[in-house]
């Protein structure tokens, strides 16, 4: 049984190994959403879309058994875990509301919080983040690699992503249509979601630590993460290689014109010894790699977006027979154009 009418409000939700906690999880955001009485006017009320990334736990078994009771959670299944970003993009391609609010599984964004994001959003603003007041419950390393983040994104990235933002937030029709039209591949989604412009606003939210398991980003996927973000928005560290081989350049010139005059006019000058040749090799050896490596960083990603995969692979959907997604069930890269029909 699936609802006919295109809700008003729908709450995108990635779950990866999220058993714990999955049941409150859905039980506070209907609480919250029923509180919202959208069904009055004879629209479709909301709907909750569960992402399961491939989950090794109870997830989908849970997921599925709140799809089978009410018809407005619905559930989409990939067949491996695909990440937090593809689970994202996968969502809000499946969401049918005339806004749609992205958040985490893990009751780490307050439910609470939808409601005045609503509120402005029925005030015109068209993206409506939240912005993290505070953050509990978080090492000292990781607040201030998240501070550093934010502000070099601001810095080197060409678009202004809103600092101290994660995912959470609500937009309009308009921003996810815009959204779910992005060809790529490497998604960062909230980059992407600024990119697209439209009437910004944002609404502060305390962070509340986990409800149950444990953050499935670890560093070393927080890097890669940096490390996308930064090569999808911003060809500054390519210009960099530019600038660096220029000045070492004329650098070396300048260097070699001096122990020329040296040589030419200091009486008993002695060249001096290998220590310095060491430590240029050395700092060469190290700027060249780099250079290289930076460079390999956007030829990876040019690589992965001619590959033309799909971004995820979906297995088992529940109450959607009704809603095709866009660019059709496995995100590929071809998006049908997207179909308001199709939504109502
Ligand atoms: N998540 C996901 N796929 C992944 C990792 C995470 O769908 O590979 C989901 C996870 O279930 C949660 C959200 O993404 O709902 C954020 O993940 P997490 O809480 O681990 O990140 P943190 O809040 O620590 O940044
Ligand atoms: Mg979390």
Redo the contacts with the bound molecule.
């Keep these: 049984m699936t609802n006919q009418l295109a809700p008003v409000l729908s709450v995108v939700?990635?779950?990866?190994?999220?058993a714990d906690g999955l049941d409150e999880f859905i039980r506070q955001v209907s609480a919250v959403l029923d509180s919202l009485n959208l069904t009055k006017d004879g629209d479709g009320g909301w709907e909750i879309v569960l992402?399961n990334?491939?989950?090794h736990d109870a997830s989908l078994a849970i997921a599925s058994a709140h799809a089978d009771r009410d018809c407005r959670i619905r559930v989409v299944s990939f067949s491996r875990?695909?990440?937090?970003e593809?689970?994202?993009t996968a969502g809000l391609r499946y969401a049918r509301g005339d806004a749609v609010v992205l958040?985490?599984?893990?009751l780490?964004d307050p439910p609470a919080v939808i409601p005045e994001m609503l509120a402005k959003w029925r005030d015109g603003y068209q993206i409506v983040y939240g912005v993290r007041s505070k953050r509990q419950e978080e090492s000292v390393l990781k607040k201030a690699t998240s501070w550093l983040f934010y502000r070099l994104l601001r810095k080197l990235a060409d678009i202004d992503i809103p600092k101290d933002t994660?995912?959470f937030r609500l937009l309009d029709r308009r921003v996810v249509d815009a959204f779910n039209a992005l060809p790529e591949r490497n998604r960062f989604v909230r980059g992407l979601l600024c990119w697209t412009g439209f009437k910004a606003t944002g609404v502060e939210f305390l962070r509340a630590p986990?409800f149950a398991?444990?953050?499935?980003?670890n560093y070393f996927?927080l890097i890669k993460l940096a490390i996308d973000s930064i090569a999808s928005f911003s060809t500054a560290p390519l210009k960099i290689a530019t600038w660096l081989g220029l000045g070492v350049a004329i650098a070396a010139i300048l260097w070699i014109a001096v122990v020329l005059w040296q040589y030419f006019f200091w009486p008993g000058y002695r060249p001096a010894g290998f220590t310095f040749l060491y430590i240029s090799i050395l700092l060469l050896g190290g700027v060249q790699i780099s250079l290289i490596g930076i460079i390999g960083e956007y030829l990876a990603r040019t690589y992965e977006e001619v590959q033309r995969r799909p971004i995820y692979i979906v297995d088992q959907l529940a109450n959607f027979d009704d809603t095709p997604a866009i660019g059709g069930p496995n995100g590929s890269l071809l998006p049908a154009s997207p179909d308001p029909s199709a939504r109502r």
């Design positions: 939700s990635p779950c990866y190994n999220e992402v990334d491939g989950s875990n695909f990440g937090h593809a689970a994202s958040m985490d599984a893990d780490q994660g995912d986990r398991g444990k953050s499935n980003y996927k």
